[in-house]
């Protein structure tokens, strides 16, 4: 369903979104005004009494770019008529971007590894005026959701957060037409001494020993990683990496790659 034109998020935003279909392109041309009114929007909640989501989640959309081709470009197209879900939404950054572009949008964390228990997106929500719905899941058990069918789910950037990642895939197989799935991946231990690249396997951290964060588990190699979409009931319709491509390992910053897949459920589509 499209929102009308006028939505309250135009007071923030403006009006200039673009039209049709939602070409991925055009969307991602308004990203720089979308953060830069964002970050205003943030600076004037008075000692919000949390810390924001450090991380900048936008940037994500810049690899859809690379990632959605032919007839996958259209955002409308991919969602449908349904809500996207949203799911390891931080502070709500991409959802609001989202439902700015006319799309309706559920967004969902885990409060308990969330950095601030999801205060962050439902103080946005409230100044923002938004209708996006905000629930709560924990991805690494019962993973509810408000409802059991979505044409497209968004699940960037939290499959290496999860002790049960297999789990997590199919149910979000059993939910979700398509999905956008993102991941950190490696191509050889930390202490360079072994390359697993080739490989269905993964590199399971040590407490903190990433990023000193303890939400850190299952770093896979990229032919792991797709080995465990295809198992869980997935088709890797597109898949794109960013990052370093050569050396990388699943501790250092400098050595991040990410993997990023568009999937279809082979448990939806028979």
Not at 232 to 260: C, K, L, N
Request: charged share 25%.
């Amino acid at each position: 369903m499209r929102l009308r034109p006028d939505h309250l998020l135009d007071r923030f935003f403006g009006p200039d979104r673009p039209d049709g279909d939602l070409s991925i392109d055009r969307c991602v041309n308004r990203i720089p005004r979308f953060q830069k009114k964002l970050a205003e929007v943030k600076a004037s909640v008075p000692d919000p009494g949390f810390d924001w989501y450090p991380y900048d989640s936008l940037v994500n959309f810049y690899v859809l770019e690379r990632l959605l081709q032919g007839e996958y470009r259209s955002l409308a197209k991919l969602a449908g008529d349904g809500p996207v879900a949203d799911l390891g939404c931080a502070d709500g950054a991409g959802a609001f971007f989202l439902e700015w572009l006319g799309l309706t949008v559920e967004a969902a964390d885990n409060p308990a590894f969330n950095i601030n228990r999801m205060q962050g997106v439902r103080a946005l929500k409230a100044v923002l005026g938004s209708g996006v719905e905000i629930f709560e899941s924990d991805f690494d058990g019962d993973f509810q959701t408000p409802r059991d069918s979505y044409r497209l789910a968004l699940f960037l950037g939290v499959l290496y957060h999860l002790k049960n990642p297999y789990s997590a895939m199919e149910k979000l197989a059993a939910k979700a037409d398509y999905a956008i799935v993102s991941s950190r991946v490696a191509r050889r231990t930390p202490d360079g001494s072994v390359r697993f690249a080739d490989q269905p396997m993964a590199y399971l951290l040590g407490e903190g020993e990433t990023n000193n964060d303890v939400t850190n588990y299952w770093i896979f190699s990229e032919t792991g990683m797709r080995r465990l979409l295809q198992r869980t009931g997935w088709e890797i319709v597109s898949w794109t990496t960013v990052g370093d491509g050569e050396g990388s390992d699943p501790v250092r910053a400098e050595a991040d790659e990410r993997a990023y897949a568009l999937l279809r459920s082979r448990q939806r589509s028979g």
